[in-house]
């Protein structure tokens, strides 16, 4: 009996806790895991003689994904991409890089270092994303391991332990043994559904006991797991003290210290190393002559011939015909390009609203979270900045830079503040997590992807879905007239990931090839 | 009200379960994390003129961390190793490297390439071990991540889902589902200690909601936490079949997978990139020069000016006189070997039993694994080699080499095998979790701790303390007419890391430092 899963639930889930920091939490834990470890690249018929000429608007994943599978079928590709850069939301910040945000132009200044970079957009890997990784390891971009969960970072919340940043391990352990004392009660006196003989019953209270770490009467009193109090190795110690559930309860923190190593955050994650723009410029290397960057689609027509782009490149108007034409530019631009699209369709484009994301990035003198055992992972605040991300490489080298900001999706009170407003934010917010923050942070970039030039929005948000929400996911994934399809992560039932990119542009190229096979076997 | 910890209650638990496959999962999950982020390294008084002469039994890391810190502090120091490396139980097997396993010696065959090495000994360097990544840090020795917890690897055993391989993950998801449904209970049923207020109660079934994925109803009827039985991110998709606890409950993989993410083994942890050795070599770059290594102790008398040890080299006699001697020779050699150490001191020495272990490793000529969507992390199976490890470096290159068998403490059947049964065993015992093992595998290499020459024994062990044992323990953690120590991670509470090892050598520094420091004082 399986039953269906669609983006609804997820996204019921979502709505049920939206505007609370849980959000993450709650979607971490209903990460999707595709069925399948087999990239979906479709097996494309080879062109020989006969080309056929196909225009891609954006290089972001899913658009580079498109022209490299299409010219390595023999397909003529042009890339045309409004911004200097490739890679839309897979942006890494490095020494000298243009963050091009509206209105908050940065470049950023830190030291010219391989491992001092900040991943701005995407930044993790799971390992069930098997079409990031077929790419990756086609192109040759070199992987390592990424660290999310990490029980030796903090949880601060002005709402508990008076404010005092308490390690993870410490929130975990305890919150484990509450949980198993539960679990025990109900093996006691709750009504099960079916009865369990003795030997189940042993063998289920003895993993309730090792999942809570509970004494021998199956009671919580404190556990090991959460760090010693005092002593070592060589010495007696004793333990902290247990943490009552009740002064825990009050902090948005609790549900993903329980569910984020779950799903598509839990183990293992990975990132390109150097920085997760590596993965598009691995693309790049590939069909570097196909791309025009700054070139700024004006028009898009469908006509007899197939479709016809216009474009602005450096004050003048161009033109380029094709076959086809794959388009990820975000829909809530086709409003302001001129289309000749169905009414239903362009009506239906604008139903996609794009989320608000901030995040926020330093350079630190000293990499001093290593000095308080912190080796990669996220510490988790209520505060505006939310989490502090630390990195999974440059281990022991002088300098790191941290994510010291992620805000998503909750009013952007970052989006009316000056530059020197967000990373005062910043470094204040964070103090209430490492109290000597101020000391050795310096150089801050911030990103508001809702600013962003030509993006103006973070991954699309497809919201509580109804039928008539079904109905249009379907037509904006369909091709108009065989010869058009909108792409990227924005048609796909799980935004904001790489991998949901590269599959909307193995379907709409799946769905080109059966159409190209059935013109060649007509012909 | 913090309660004590000792080494006591960590045995009881073991000896609990002992004879079970679930001993690693428990010793895990009760891992001890130390109070302090900072390194034990003891503030030697340096000395100047007078030169004071150590002996140091043993290049394993307490010893090479005596002679470095010695060595640094202006003290003359002799290294007097057995074999023809240092390291001890931390050792990395690669191309050409000798394992001298008594009755089996081997050299590794596999291909001569950075990535391809195999940790035969100390595998994984968690974030709390401070002192282990301060002389990492302070030796140069590059760090990186390491899995263990991996979602995507797999559960085999042959008393559930008859014998076929099931991801962790949806181990861990059912598991859950089951748990947070008995929680569920608690809070309706149960007679909770304390009531809770209507919002707290509130919070704490949304969390329980969240743990287990449950339905509206606190119902668990599976979760795509689980994975996808069909579909992807660009059409709908089905969730995989919910899996009833009754049929995992006689796999004893359940208690690691349940508890493996907590304490030592839980994240995050780290490797020496290229290999764990690197660690001891870090030290032995700075005191080459002291080594002596072939150099076999045959004797061992406290004297009046001080310590005088005979050792064989090459068939020679030579003796040494020094003013201390640190001892980190595994105890039980300490019986064949002459000594004049007090009458209790030889019979308490005796006390402590070495483990056995057994560990087998093969250079696969694909990365098969990585295409069933594993990198890095452990599979479990009930079979004899009981667990499969998978590189977490040296990702999507052509070869990597796996641990293919990881046996500790159950009887030891590999021991009377030859070399080519206990390849033979791992092989087939492989392809129940992966049917296409054995095309894959080859240059099978294996060690048996405890018939290492040298070692004849994996780490020590401590049995269920008693106040005898604890008497056994301060008795051999003291000093011998305050110029001789036993060191190494046998005189620890917590025996087969590197940290304890270095922990025993830092508390022997700081013991024989307050001598020298009261010596000068009364000069």
Redo the contacts between chains.
Sequence with gaps: ??????RREFLNLIAA?SGTA?VL??TS?????????QA?VPDLLKLSSQRKKAVILGAGIAGLTVAYELDKAGYDCTVLEASHRAGGRVFTVRAGTLIDEIGNPQYCEWDDEPHLYFNAGAARIP??H?NV?HY??ELGV???????????AWIQDDNIMGGKPIRN?EV??N??GF?AE??A???K????D?P?SDD?AG??L???R??G?LDANMKY??S??????????????????MIK??DL??TNA??GV??D???ET???L?QAVGGNDRIPYGFVRQIEDKIKFRALVTSVELNDKGVTVEYDYDGQRHSIDADYCFNSIPSHFMNGIKHNLPAQYAQDMKYIRRGTAMKGAFQAKERFW????????ISWTNQGIRQIWYP??G??KQKGVILAAYDYGNGMPFTRMTQEQRIEMMISQGEKVHPDYRQYVEKGITIAWHRMNHMLGCSARWRVSTPEEERIFANL?APVEGKYWCIGDQ????TA?M??AI??A??ALAELDRRVRAEVASA
């Design positions: 009996m399986s039953k269906p899963v669609t806790t849980a939490g709650i834990a209903l990460g999707m895991i595709p069925s399948s470890t979906s390992s069930t098997s990784l990756c390891k070199d992987l390592e391991m990424f660290i999310n969960e990490n029980k030796a391990r975990s352990t919150v484990r949980m539960l679990m009660k109900a093996m006196d709750g009504d099960l079916q369990f189940e063998i289920i003895g993993l309730i090792t999942f770490d009193t404190g090991t797991r959460a760090g010693y109090a005092s002593g070592d190795y060589v010495t007696h110690t004793t333990q902290h003290e559930i009740r309860l009050q609790l549900r329980i569910s190593n779950e799903g839990g183990p293992m990975m290593e000095k308080e055992g912190i080796y990669g992972g999974a490489h281990i022991h994934q048609i796909s039932h799980h990931w991998e949901s599959q909307s193995h379907f």
